[in-house]
């Protein structure tokens, strides 16, 4: 991929940046280091492997990927495999606790973009408003990143007395964190992003930036966590009345490299998950009961994954291709998964045609030609829930299947309990369990003297 950076090494811009606001001004303007012009803010937005990685505890913690005891045993990360066994204290002391830190890096260095905005003639004046826009969409997110992580499921019976997450609105450090409200954390995402949306283009020219479709697709994806169906609605179908593209899969090639072209039509917002840990290991083994419940004709089946034979001669099945068109694993935002929030939020609020349209629509391009059978039904409950269904077989892999157990744990209808046997040792989270939040790490907390998460 083409970054649009500029001459200077963006990364050691953004490294000045992070290294503390006491160490940054102080660096005087032999300077072309200090982000001072809009060419300067553009480049620190466009860094893609920064502004566009998230992380992937929620991936670890969900069940549809599965090590056998060799491959628990290879990983390196102690915060892994204990994520992986839902362990209630994950982060060793050492630990750099990359699903915390990295969005909190993200939202220092925009909160640095937002401030110089308001000090700059450099730019016209659209490209400073689009600029801004970006920056709060970017801020947005990463909040929310956190908050799914770090704070309960919204709950609106509950959101005023339940923990949020810091809100870090302004780039000086020494800013004390505390938690507010889960009900002012979520305020304060969705003004970002309401008030991102005027500022932005409608549709970005590459998909790595904010757009109003983007802020849109985020907004419906918020809603859907917050129960707030009608809203969640009303973004959905924002979002694909500007990009309502599909592609047909049967025009894919399982055997092609890259799968899923990088930048594809479906692609709303591009984001990836670093390369590290378990998320550089190609052998991202799924559940065979996960794998079987795709059908022949089901073309995700052979263009998800691949079957490899080990040394033992035993099979396993691997989820190995995504949208992002490459071996990072694609976690932003495209179309598909805008169609099955609108299918969910119309059954959900009694559109029972609606829904079942739009999940056909979606699951008609993912099936041979003239095999696909459409899905009808009157009832809500067997609506959602195949629509949850086709949550976790189109949106695998893409950190979204821990967001939709959480989301879903109150209702008995959909709630599911998780089991591992992992050496021996069976492990299981039950709906409700308080370890579907995870601990903030320790040595934040040392700093800050915020109130730990009850595990």
Not at 83 to 90: F, M
Not at 121 to 133: A, V
Not at 414 to 442: H, K, W
Request: some cysteine; proline content about 5%.
């Amino acid at each position: 991929m083409k970054l649009l950076i500029k001459k200077y090494s963006v990364a050691l811009l953004i490294t000045l940046i992070l290294s503390g606001c006491e160490k940054f001004v102080d660096i005087q303007p032999k300077g072309q280091l200090i982000p001072t012009t809009v060419e300067d803010f553009r480049s620190l937005l466009d860094h893609v492997q920064f502004m566009n990685f998230t992380g992937s505890l929620g991936e670890l913690a969900a069940d549809d990927i599965y090590f056998n005891d060799a491959q628990y045993q290879s990983i390196g990360s102690p915060f892994e495999r204990n994520t992986y066994v839902w362990n209630r204290n994950i982060y060793m002391p050492q630990d750099q606790a990359v699903d915390w830190n990295t969005p909190f890096s993200r939202i220092h260095t925009v909160n640095v973009i937002l401030e110089g905005l308001l000090k700059t003639d450099t730019g016209t004046p659209l490209m400073r408003s689009t600029i801004e826009g970006e920056a709060l969409f970017q801020r947005a997110i990463a909040h929310f990143e956190v908050a799914n992580l770090y704070a309960k499921n919204y709950n609106p019976a509950t959101a005023d007395t339940d923990l949020g997450i810091p809100i870090r609105l302004a780039s000086d450090v020494f800013v004390r964190s505390v938690r507010p409200s889960l009900a002012e954390t979520y305020q304060q995402i969705l003004d970002d992003l309401h008030t991102a949306i005027p500022l932005l283009p409608r549709k970005a020219t590459v998909a790595t930036r904010a757009s109003q479709v983007a802020a849109y697709g985020m907004l419906a994806r918020i809603y859907l966590d917050m129960s707030d169906y009608e809203q969640a609605l009303e973004n959905a179908l924002a979002a694909l009345a500007i990009q309502p593209d599909l592609m047909d899969y049967n025009e894919l090639d399982p055997e092609g490299w890259p799968v899923f072209p990088e930048l594809n039509v479906e692609t709303v917002y591009f984001a990836t998950v670093p390369n590290f840990g378990y998320s550089f290991n190609f052998t991202y083994r799924v559940a065979k009961s996960f794998y079987d419940s795709y059908t022949d004709s089901d073309l995700r089946k052979s263009l998800y994954f691949t079957i490899q034979t080990g040394s033992d001669g035993t099979t396993s099945e691997n989820f190995s291709n995504t949208y992002s068109g490459s071996w990072n694993r694609f976690t932003g935002l495209a179309t598909d998964e805008l169609y099955l929030i609108a299918a969910e939020t119309y059954a959900r609020t009694g559109g029972y045609v609606q829904a079942c349209r739009y999940l056909n629509t979606m699951l008609e391009t993912r099936f041979e030609t003239n095999t696909y059978v459409p899905f009808a039904s009157s009832d809500e409950t067997a609506i959602i829930k195949r629509v949850l269904l086709e949550r976790r077989k189109q949106l695998v892999g893409r950190n979204r299947r821990w967001f939709d157990l959480k989301r879903v744990q109150h209702d008995p209808r959909f709630a599911v309990t998780l089991e591992r046997t992992v050496l021996g040792t069976n492990y299981s989270l039950q709906p409700n369990d308080p370890r579907y939040v995870f601990p903030i790490p320790q040595s934040v907390i040392n700093v800050t003297g915020m109130k730990q998460n009850e595990r």
